[in-house]
C-alpha cells in the first residue's frame, strides 16, 4: 500500500519574507504537512528570497500605506476564484492576523468543500495597541476579531499574558488555545554545549571568566530596532560606564521611527552596532561574544510590550546568556520563573545603574551557570511543533476540542 499523500495545508499570511511565517511553514513541512502558501509580498530594503514552498502570490503591499494595501488586499480575490480548486483540497487553512483571516474565509467560502468547511487556524503573535482603543475604530476592530475568533477551530498565540490580558477578559474568547513560543528554530547543528549538567565555571568556553584584565560587561540586544526607550537607556548607560560596559547590537533599525533610532546608535565608542544578521546560524557567534541579554521592550508599553515573550529569551537560554529584563512585564516573569538573569523596577535607569555599580564576578557565574543547566526544550521549538502538528491532525479528523 503506498503512503496517504501529506495533508494540505493553506497558509495564508501578510508578508511571504517575514521571519515568522518563513519559520512557520519550515516546521510544518518538517512535521509532514504540504504546505500551500495564498501570501502576499512586501519590498524591503534587502534581498528578495523566493519562497521554498508552493506559493500563491496575491499581490506587493507597501510599509505603512494602507489605503494601498486595502486595495492589494481586494485585488486578491479574483486570483484566490481563480485557485478554488486546489483550496477546496486543503485539510486546514493555517492563517496569520486577523486581516489574512477574513481572506481565508472568503477563499473558504469559494472553495465550499463537499465534506464541509475545512477547520481555520488563527495566529495572533502580537496585541497591537489600535486594537484597544476606546473609540469606534478600536471596537470595530475588536468586532471583526471577534467574528473570525467565533469561526476560529484553534487560536495559536505567543504568550500567555496575551491570553491573560487580552483574548480571555477582552475579546471573551473561551475556545481552544496552543501556546507555541517564540523558540529557536531549527535549533538542529547550533551548538548546545551550555545544557550539560557537568558544565563547571572553569575551561569552559560557554562559561568565560566575566572579566579578565578589566574587560568590560558586554551587553547584547539583538533582533529589530523600533523601541525608542530601550536605546535611550542604553545610551544612558554606556555614558554613565564608559570603560565598564560595552553594548554589541545586531540588527536593524526599525518602525517609523527608524532613523531617529539610527541616530541614537552613533557616537559612543563602547556602543557597537555590526548590522543585520542570519537566523538562526548567526546566533552561536552572537551570543558567545556577550555577558548579558538585553530584552527590554517599551514599543508597545502597557500592552503589548508588556504581554509578549520575545525571540531574544529563549535564544540567550539556549546559549546560557543571562538576561536583563524589566520585572513589571511578562519577559520578566519568565525571567524570574526560570531563574535565567535578573530583573529591574522603575525607575529603571537608576536600577539598572545601581546593579552594574554592586555586581560581583561571582554572582554572574553563578547565574551564568544556572542558565547552563536549563533544558534544551525550554528554548527549542522542535517539540513544541509535533506537539501543533498533531493538534491540527486531531482537528483536521475528529473537530476542536
Known sequence: MPDSPAPI???????????????????????????????FHRLRDRP????????????????????????????????????RADLREAAAFYVVNTDNALLALAARWMARRPAGPAPLILELADV?????????????????????????????????GFIRHYFTPRQKFTGEVFLLENKVYPSTGLDDAGHAPSLSTKGNPLLPEPVRSGRPWVIGYFGAFRCR?????????ATRFPQQLHFYLRGYPSGPDADG????????????????????EDLPGMYRQIDFNWTFDFSDEGANSTWL????????????????????????????????????????????TAFFETLAPAAWQETKAACARLPRSLSCGED??????????????????
Open 229 to 237: 526607550r530601550s536605546l535611550q537607556l542604553i545610551r544612558a548607560l
Open 261 to 280: 533610532i539610527a541616530t541614537l546608535l552613533s557616537g559612543l565608542p563602547n556602543l557597537e552596532s555590526a548590522g543585520a544578521y542570519q537566523y538562526p
Open 48 to 83: 528578495d528570497t523566493p519562497p521554498f514552498w508552493d506559493n500563491v502570490e496575491l499581490g506587493i503591499t507597501e510599509n505603512r500605506r494602507y489605503l494601498q494595501r486595502a486595495l492589494v488586499f481586494l485585488g486578491s480575490l479574483p486570483r484566490l476564484w481563480q485557485h
Open 9 to 39: 495545508l493553506a497558509c495564508f499570511a501578510h508578508e511571504r519574507g517575514d521571519a515568522r511565517v518563513i519559520k512557520r511553514v519550515s516546521a510544518l513541512q518538517a512535521q509532514g504537512w504540504q504546505v500551500k502558501g495564498y501570501m
Open 128 to 160: 497591537q495597541l489600535a486594537m484597544l482603543g476606546a473609540g469606534l475604530r478600536g471596537r470595530l476592530m475588536r468586532a471583526v476579531e471577534r467574528f473570525v475568533l467565533r469561526r476560529t477551530a484553534l487560536l495559536v498565540t505567543t504568550s500567555p
Open 384 to 401: 513544541d511543533y509535533h506537539a501543533l502538528s498533531m493538534v491540527l491532525h486531531r482537528i483536521v479528523s475528529t473537530g476542536p476540542a
Open 309 to 352: 515573550l520575545p525571540n531574544r529569551i529563549y535564544e540567550g537560554g539556549l546559549f546560557a546568556c543571562p538576561a536583563l529584563a524589566d520585572a513589571a512585564t511578562e519577559t520578566g516573569r519568565w525571567v524570574t520563573t526560570h531563574a535565567t538573569g535578573w530583573t529591574f523596577a522603575e525607575p529603571l535607569e537608576d536600577s539598572l
